[in-house]
């Protein structure tokens, strides 16, 4: 296997993109990545989308990118695995150029989630749920979100304005972020008075949906130093999956396919969760941010939700995480999701990040998930 790094990265805001379309925003930032890059075209396209069929009315995604965008009749098609999608797609990139299959490869995630408002984005989004045994009850992945926390609650003996220092630290980050979809100071006190959305989560709980694509582009390791200044080396890649129904899992409190990834991911890369500069991970709600924490190791079951009290995850914090924003901030752009943390991690290990960058940023770990964590994608980059 070829070791592969990134060599372009390109990105749009996260927003409400009234005026454009799904493949006007994904060739907006393939562009942006190719110019990054210093590419004309590449061997191979794959896309990222979780919803495109079901909020857009649109599959078929990847043709039509590649066409909109003008890469002629290369390779390319669409890889789909609910919120997880962006994250999945990265590493079919990342197996073709270390397989040698394929000397360049453009990975793009986008989603457009203002196709649809209210109750029917509602449930647009609810087709990566179980349909036989979740969504057909009306289940949605707020409701269930909300089970895990307030589960979570009764079981550690933990209040509801204990997780607050996960939204607070991410509208903290996302003021200097240009393309954040929430610059405002989320201040204390104010998460556990916010309206009720599914009791315990709230409106500041919660990631808003939005509009959005990022890309990056992938190449062999070896001759990446001849093409840009700052290649961004891929040193993990796993993927493991859980249950989709919440009700077959025999711990819910435990995210064991976010667990499973990330210690592949470690092993291949050779790295302990101490060596990590800065975490990327899925916080479409404060108790995934918190499940996940435990699971890959930076806290003991029952505790992640402390490490957000004590600072510990602030930009100079020992474990910075949501560093742009976040889902919380920055937006939630679903299938896109896993492409932007690859982009902002990207921005850290080059020392791109401005007033986000963290100091002395060496290794990133990035975690996409799919569902509650029914796919878990993890990636380690390094510089």
């Given at each position: 296997m070829r070791e592969v790094a990134i060599i372009g990265i390109g990105q749009t805001p996260v927003g409400e993109h009234w005026g454009s379309s799904l493949?006007?925003?994904?060739?907006?930032?393939?562009?942006?990545?190719?110019?990054?890059?210093?590419?004309?075209?590449?061997?191979?396209?794959?896309?990222?989308?979780?919803?495109?069929?079901?909020?857009?009315?649109q599959s078929q995604l990847a043709p039509m990118i590649v066409d909109y965008a003008g890469?002629?009749?290369?390779?390319?098609?669409?890889?789909?695995?609910?919120?997880a999608a962006g994250g999945a797609a990265l590493r079919a990139g990342y197996l073709a150029v270390a397989s040698g299959a394929v000397e360049s490869a453009l990975v793009v995630g986008v989603e457009k989630s203002t196709d649809m408002v209210g109750s029917a984005r509602v449930r647009a989004r609810s087709v990566s749920l179980d349909a036989d045994y979740e969504a057909v009850h009306g289940a949605?992945?707020?409701?269930?979100?909300?089970?895990?926390?307030?589960?979570?609650?009764?079981e550690f003996g933990v209040p509801l304005e204990a997780f607050e220092g996960f939204s607070i630290n991410a509208h903290a980050n996302a003021k200097a972020n240009e393309n954040a979809m929430y610059r405002n100071t989320l201040k204390p006190g104010a998460f556990a008075k916010a309206g009720m959305v599914s009791d315990p989560?709230?409106?500041?709980?919660?990631?808003?949906?939005?509009?959005?694509?990022?890309a990056v582009i992938l190449t062999d390791a070896a001759r990446a130093g001849d093409m840009v200044p700052q290649p961004v080396r891929i040193v993990g890649s796993a993927v493991a999956s859980d249950t989709l129904a919440l009700q077959d899992r025999s711990d819910p409190l435990y995210l064991k396919?976010?667990?499973?990834?990330?210690?592949?991911?470690?092993?291949?890369?050779?790295?302990?969760?101490?060596?990590?500069?800065?975490?990327?991970?899925?916080?479409?709600?404060?108790?995934?941010?918190?499940?996940?924490?435990?699971?890959?190791?930076?806290?003991?079951?029952?505790?992640?939700?402390?490490?957000?009290?004590?600072?510990?995850?602030?930009?100079?914090?020992?474990?910075?995480?949501?560093?742009?924003?976040?889902?919380?901030?920055?937006?939630?752009?679903?299938?896109?999701?896993?492409?932007?943390?690859?982009?902002?991690?990207?921005?850290?290990?080059r020392g791109q990040a401005g007033a986000n960058q963290v100091a002395n940023a060496r290794v990133a770990l990035i975690q996409n998930l799919g569902g509650l964590a029914s796919t878990a994608v993890t990636h380690i980059l390094t510089v």
């Open positions: 493949r006007m925003l994904a060739a907006d930032a393939v562009r942006a990545a190719l110019a990054d890059s210093g590419l004309k075209n590449v061997d191979a396209v794959y896309v990222g989308n979780a919803y495109g069929a079901a909020l857009s009315s890469l002629g009749n290369i390779e390319a098609f669409s890889i789909e695995a609910g919120d949605t992945l707020t409701a269930l979100a909300a089970m895990l926390m307030r589960r979570y609650m009764h989560v709230s409106l500041f709980d919660g990631a808003p949906d939005g509009d959005g694509a990022a396919a976010a667990n499973l990834s990330a210690y592949k991911a470690y092993v291949q890369a050779g790295v302990q969760p101490q060596d990590v500069s800065l975490f990327e991970l899925h916080d479409a709600f404060t108790v995934i941010s918190a499940l996940t924490l435990e699971a890959t190791g930076f806290a003991t079951r029952g505790e992640g939700w402390k490490l957000a009290q004590s600072g510990a995850l602030a930009l100079k914090g020992t474990l910075p995480i949501a560093t742009f924003g976040g889902l919380k901030a920055r937006g939630n752009p679903a299938g896109a999701t896993g492409v932007y943390q690859a982009v902002e991690a990207c921005l850290q290990l």
